[in-house]
């Protein structure tokens, strides 16, 4: 009885174990057909739209002027106009040397001046009546604009030994006090001209052809959510050479003072608006051995199809060549595609990739 019972256990034992062996045999062979599975993928269809591509540049702040104060002259400094942060204009006296001997030879000079011109007067008058010589006449014309030379030479000096705004400004910290002695290497302060800014930057110089100026761009600083403009106003006419690279400088207004020199700032610069042209998410493009290409489902089967690019925005690029509109270019499930899969397609709607 026992024997009996062990032979038809071991008899079920070897139709399970069949059973198993020949459904697992027939998965493989379906799974190791291409197509046999269809492969469940989403996908968009490739449509015309409008583009407006930019690229990001970084760029720095700078004062519309900006100037070191330097004296002319070396001495004793007897007055100073200095005051940090002080707004001025344009010609205001900032600081003044000891020029005490300057002075007194300039007023020395003007009173001979005063005396060869009463002396030219009164031998105008008698050269008439023949009581001088016009040889004397002339010498003392001669000795007048002598004296009138020193008077503008003294003033010349004199004005070496003052420091005057260039322009309307602000004033950045000052490095002397008062009584200091200055030579002409000595940066007594520094002032700026803030009401107005320049922003500098570069762009790679396949992008620089199609920039034109005047033009806009916009750009954020750090710890700022707010855009600011600028306009482009010149172009460095050649390129860098180490990094190949055009510098550009804009105008930016800043009346209310809301920007400072020297900050970094983040630039978008617009390039030429393109119409009918197909944009693709990112996500599409897959890098090959000689190019970039995207899957395509054409009659429910996998196509992979080489395109050519162009622009790029962070979550779209440009299709130059390789599909038109209307194709259906697969998004997802990329990895397991290969040419001619069966495809499960969800066809999901396209988002906005202009920029």
């Known amino acids: 009885m026992r024997s009996i019972i062990f032979v038809i256990a071991f008899i079920i034992v070897l139709v399970v174990l069949r059973l198993t062996l020949f459904s697992e045999t027939e998965a493989g062979k379906a799974g190791g057909k291409p197509g046999a599975v269809a492969v469940p993928v989403k996908a968009i269809v490739a449509q015309e739209s409008t583009f407006s591509p930019s690229i990001r540049a970084a760029g720095n702040l700078l004062a519309a002027e900006e100037v070191n104060l330097m004296p002319e002259a070396s001495g004793k400094v007897i007055y100073l106009n200095l005051s ?66 020193d008077v503008e030479y003294y003033r010349a000096m004199i004005a070496k030994c003052e420091i005057r705004a260039p322009f309307t400004g602000i004033l950045g910290l000052r490095n002397i006090s008062e009584g200091a002695f200055v030579n002409t290497s000595t940066v007594v302060g520094s002032i700026f001209k803030t009401d107005e800014l320049k922003l500098d930057f570069s762009v790679p110089e396949r992008y620089a052809g199609s920039l034109k100026t005047p033009f806009q761009v916009t750009f954020t600083v750090q710890g700022d959510s707010r855009a600011f403009n600028a306009k482009v106003f010149a172009l460095e006419p050649s390129a860098d050479v180490e990094n190949r690279a055009v510098k550009m400088r804009a105008k930016v207004e800043n009346t209310g003072g809301d920007l400072i020199p020297g900050r970094f700032a983040d630039v978008e610069v617009p390039l030429t608006r393109d119409e009918n042209v197909i944009m693709l998410p990112t996500e599409c493009i897959v890098p090959v051995l000689k190019g970039q290409q995207v899957w395509l489902s054409r009659k429910s089967k996998a196509e992979a199809v080489k395109v050519e690019t162009g622009y790029r925005s962070d979550i779209a690029i440009e299709i130059r060549s390789g599909i038109e509109a209307g194709d259906t270019v697969i998004t997802s499930g990329i990895m397991s595609l290969r040419p001619g899969s069966d495809l499960k397609i969800k066809i999901e709607n396209q988002k906005a990739v202009q920029q």
């Open 84 to 149: 940090e942060g002080k707004r001025v204009t344009k010609g205001e006296l900032l600081l003044k040397l000891n020029a005490s001997d300057l002075e007194a030879q300039l007023h020395k000079a003007e009173s001979s001046v005063q005396l060869y011109e009463s002396n030219l007067s009164r031998q105008d008058a008698l050269l008439g009546l023949q009581g001088v010589s016009k040889q004397e006449r002339d010498a003392t014309e001669q000795q007048l604009l002598a004296a009138k030379a």
